[in-house]
């Protein structure tokens, strides 16, 4: 079954942008970068990639998700054009190229996805939209970066007390600071 997977760069003390949503304290250079560039290329932005001359073939997702809020930051370049791109809003639209933008139920959306076939499924962010789909996760890969931002938008943004368990499957240093830890949904039985 296709796995819906957060992957996300969060500080230390669990915010994945400030309060205004900045991040420009995230770490953009350094050894991490090699390695989130090869396995993950599909997350760098279309404009991006093309300048750096990445392939982008769906390799690691096929399918992104994203909150409006998320949308809204990049959409003057229609963020990531090679990959089914989904945008959650009530109250937006928009058009782009492999761009639907809904109001349907995030979860409904997501077990409708999972039982079609495809690659993995990227839960891009933010915060308001992972806490709508916590449930739904089945991976997280977190950049964690060496940072504090004391204030921001937490990684599952108001959601309340309820402990769903992970497990972890990897774990990677880099020279940077930077820690991408990779975790699975515990399935009990
Ligand atoms: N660190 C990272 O790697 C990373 C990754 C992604 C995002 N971010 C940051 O996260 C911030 C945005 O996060 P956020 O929590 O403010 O917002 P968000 O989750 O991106 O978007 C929230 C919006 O999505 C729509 N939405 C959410 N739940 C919905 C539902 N159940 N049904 C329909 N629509 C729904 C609503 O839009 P409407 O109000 O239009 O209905 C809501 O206002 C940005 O600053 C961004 O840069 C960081």
Redesign the pocket.
């Known amino acids: 079954m296709r796995e819906l997977v957060y992957y996300?760069?969060?500080s230390l003390d669990g915010y994945?942008?400030g309060p205004q949503?900045e991040?420009d304290g995230?770490l953009m250079e350094g050894d991490h970068m090699d390695a989130i560039n090869e396995r993950f290329a599909d997350t760098i932005p279309t404009h991006i990639a093309a300048m750096l001359g990445l392939r982008q073939e769906r390799t690691a997702f096929d399918t992104v998700l994203?909150?409006?809020?998320?949308y809204e930051?990049g959409k003057t370049q229609s963020p990531y054009n090679h990959l089914r791109q989904i945008v959650?809003?009530?109250?937006?639209t928009a058009e782009g190229e492999n761009l639907e933008v809904t109001?349907k139920?995030?979860r409904a959306v997501v077990q409708r996805l999972k039982r079609e076939d495809g690659g993995a499924i990227w839960l891009?962010?933010?915060?308001?939209?992972?806490a709508?789909l916590a449930e739904e996760i089945d991976r997280l890969v977190l950049k964690r970066q060496p940072l504090l931002f004391g204030d921001g938008?937490p990684l599952f943004?108001d959601r309340p007390y309820r402990p769903e368990r992970f497990e972890p499957v990897d774990t990677t240093a880099y020279q940077s600071g930077v820690v991408v830890s990779e975790l699975v949904r515990r399935r009990e039985g």
Do not use: E
């Open positions: 996300v760069a969060v994945i942008a949503g991040y995230f994203m909150g409006w809020n998320t930051i959650f809003s009530r109250a937006h109001a139920d995030p891009c962010g933010g915060g308001a939209l992972a709508t938008i943004g």
